[in-house]
């Protein structure tokens, strides 16, 4: 004989599967109606929704007692508050707020003083009257509003939830490690503390996006390089957090880092104009990523794929494309680098290895020493330039490490690239005065790229 609550919980599940059909369309509803409330330009960043699964139902029976509360499985299955969520996310914390105030607004009509809806909607309808936002079990304030969608003679509920950005990213690390964990945590205040030091972090990382965002004024180009480099390093610590906590929950361990990120998201917002809606945009969707990327299920000990063999026009960058796919499966570090690049980027794998790959040959020249270049020798600057990139692949080959992707490195790279082929414009009047001395020219061009590793 089974124990009385595990009967009422199977009927409960009964219930969830048969009304899946109706639960899912009563969500794309939802989350169509959220999307289209007219809210401020820029505030609104998507609208997101789940339907509870069966084991979230079956944890929820238990935890809360519903048996002892309810007589009757289909009275409790429409009484859940969030059998259906909605959420809705928005850039800045301080955004929350805005959004709730013009939602309440915009739920303006009532026939019972509880639940409001808007003209253009009866069947969706929320609770106003609780004060937001609500305090949380964890201290923390959230907005949350109770919601019932009519149809016909029925109630289904659903919760909203307006989150920002950065409060949608820490939520989702608390419910893995604390409310989602049942192992037996025995420095459980430790952990708690460390949560808070999180959050802490991550309402710091908002003010400071949100003092860059309102330093840009829309259509001003940014002359200094400050509001950049400001976002770039901003972006780099949420993503090297992010990596540290999915290696240190997978593999109990977790590498250095730093650097291969800030190169990463150089990469992503060179993309990206130096205005105030391309680096809105840049914010936006680079947010979105990353907390995209925490919510994967990653194994870090899987292979990196290539759907196809790349192709590249120039030998340099075969070359070192072949060397990266090499290295991408047999050492961690390299690994990873490539395992977050997939992840962020938009494309396939290889169209986002080719990409990076054009990015990489790019930055390690400058743009005016190919312009003096080519008004010196003509022609032929495109032998002397496959000459320096030959100089740059064999101290690739030779340093053979991750190095070679850090910011620093590539500044020394391009700076001493640049420097040799300026030397040659001053010192030779023709292509063929360069050829007499290329052999010591490439010696001692190797040498120069070499001390920046040592």
Known sequence: MSLQEFGFIESAIDILRSQQQTLETIEYELVKFFGSIPLKENELMSVSS?????????????????LMVYDDPEVMFSEIPDIIGVRIECKFIRDEKDIFMQIKN??????DRKFFYAKSNKNIRLYMFEKQPLKQKNGFEIYKLDGEYVLADRKIKFELQIKALVNVFWSEIEHKIIYKNTTYLLEDQF???????????????????????????????????????EIKAVFSK???????????????????????????????????????????????????????FLNKDINFNDGLVLEHEPVFEDRFSRDIAYIFIDKMNTEVPWNLFFRILFELEPDNNVDDFSN????????????????????????????????????ILKVIKQVGKIDIFFDSNLSKMRRIASEGLDYVCYEFENYYEYMEQKRIISKIMVDSLMKIYK
């Open 191 to 229: 952990i708690k503390d460390m949560m808070i030091s999180i959050k802490n972090n991550l309402t710091m990382i908002d003010d400071q996006l949100l003092s860059i965002y309102k330093n840009f004024k829309p259509e001003t180009k940014i002359n200094s390089k400050f509001g950049r480099n």
């Open 238 to 292: 949420l993503l090297y957090d992010t990596i540290t906590y999915k290696m240190d929950e997978q593999l109990a361990f977790a590498i250095d880092f730093k650097k291969p990120c800030q190169t990463i998201l150089d990469y992503s917002l060179q993309k990206y104009k130096d205005t105030s809606d391309g680096l809105s945009a840049f914010m936006t969707e680079e947010y979105k990523k990353i907390n995209e």
């Open 106 to 111: 915009y739920f303006s009509e009532t026939d």
């Open 50 to 66: 789940r339907i509870k699964s069966e084991s979230s139902l079956k944890e929820k029976i238990i935890r809360n007692r519903y």
């Open 356 to 391: 990076f790959i054009r990015y990489y040959k790019r930055s390690l020249i400058s743009k005016d020493s190919l312009y003096n270049l080519m008004d010196s020798f003509g022609e032929y600057s495109i032998k002397i330039i496959d000459d320096m990139y030959e100089c």
